[in-house]
């Protein structure tokens, strides 16, 4: 399964999640770059720690 981090950004929710699963991390409103390069960075490692397989999205 490739798994890939995407953004979403819409009327109840901005940020990234995972294309296959439930994972998702909610963006912050950031006052700078470097704040909004920090959360990047963060929500990366995060989405590559997590496992798709206990939140699947209907793959059965």
Request: net charge negative; hydrophobic share 40%; charged share 20%.
């Amino acid at each position: 399964m490739n798994k890939h981090l995407i953004w979403i950004d819409g009327d109840d929710f901005s940020g990234w999640c995972c294309s296959h699963c439930t994972w998702g991390m909610t963006a912050p409103r950031l006052e700078s770059t470097v704040a909004a390069l920090t959360f990047n960075r963060v929500a990366q490692e995060d989405f590559e720690k997590h496992a798709c397989v206990h939140n699947a999205q209907g793959d059965a």
